[in-house]
């Protein structure tokens, strides 16, 4: 069954829509993706995600980078996280905890998960200095407003690597990978918690 969400956020400083569709295909088909909020590296990351995560993706905007490209990773956090929150309902059957890894060179990733309504992250990037035009640093704030609207505990690490770029990619890989396996419908239609509810 397809699973849909979508949010939309218009303020003074960013104007971004979202759209989920969760599962994407049957197995081996490529997502579809359609992604642009005027920061080429976040778009490049959130394709990414989207593609490792196999689910489709439409995510368009802009906001006041002119300023500081923080606000629109932060905002581009809360839309995509409020979308797949949507799209997840009340989240009855899914597998809610995974974990994955992603290499790319020297990088090694890791993201560990767990979908029950209970937002945490836990950022160990230790990212610092630019990425292009992009001050490395504003990438938490994707992952912070990311954890708190999707409703999601995130872990997420560098294991190794010196390479910003590639250290950034290889986080948003294994988090694709992971929600692929945490959204994922296990064919139960009860609530995945001991408590019998989740948060």
Known sequence: MERLGSCERNSHETQLR???????QAAGAAPELEISTGVPFLDHMLEQTGRYGCFHLRLL?????????HHLLEDAGIVLGEAISQALG??????????????LDDALARVVLDLGRRPYLAYGLGLRGR????????????????????GATIHVDCIRG????????????????????AVAQEGGAGTPSSKGLLG
């Open 90 to 103: 009340d989240r009855a059957g899914i597998v809610r905890f995974s974990s994955a890894y992603a290499p």
């Open 18 to 24: 979202c759209e989920i569709r969760l599962p994407a």
């Open 131 to 150: 990425i292009g035009s992009l001050e490395s640093e504003t990438i938490e704030e994707w992952w912070r407003a990311f954890s708190i609207h999707a």
């Open 162 to 181: 010196h390479n910003r770029h590639h250290v950034a990619e290889a986080a948003f890989k294994a988090l694709g990978l992971a929600l692929r396996q």
């Open 61 to 69: 905007g802009k906001g006041d980078i002119q300023v500081d490209p």
